[in-house]
Nanobody
Framework: QLQASGGGLVQAGGSLRLSCAAS????????MGWFRQALGKEREFVAT????????IYADSVKGRFTISRDSAKNTGYLQMNSLKPEDTAVYYC????????????????WGQGTLVTVSS
């Protein structure tokens, strides 16, 4: 089970940190990803990190502003979002894969419930 939290309302230029806690059944944690879906748009990739080693990939739209990380001891992943823009407004989802590291959402095995981020101009 994945539980995402940390969303909210923030002004443009502000920051938020999203968390994704993994709990419950034991499963292999190969990579954690963050995706987002804005109203009326398709889900898009934001960032992903290898659970072991910490190598990450970012979407061009967030590169330099967002930072993905994980705390293996706490089984929790994070997405630090700085310099937020109105176009970052979306429901953000965390996902975990057991054997895949990349940008394709359909390759992730477990998904959290989503947390809403709203950036006002």
């Amino acid at each position: 089970q994945l539980q995402a939290s940390g969303g909210g309302l923030v002004q443009a230029g502000g920051s938020l940190r999203l968390s994704c806690a993994a709990s419950g059944r034991t499963f292999r944690r190969y990579a954690m990803g963050w995706f987002r879906q804005a109203l009326g748009k398709e889900r898009e990739f934001v960032a992903t990190i290898m659970w072991s080693g910490g190598v990450s990939i970012y979407a061009d739209s967030v590169k330099g502003r967002f930072t993905i990380s994980r705390d293996s001891a706490k089984n929790t992943g994070y997405l630090q979002m700085n310099s937020l823009k109105p176009e970052d407004t979306a429901v953000y989802y965390c996902a975990m894969s057991q054997a895949y590291w990349g940008t394709a959402g359909d390759q992730y095995d477990y998904w959290g419930q989503g947390t809403l981020v709203t950036v006002s101009s």
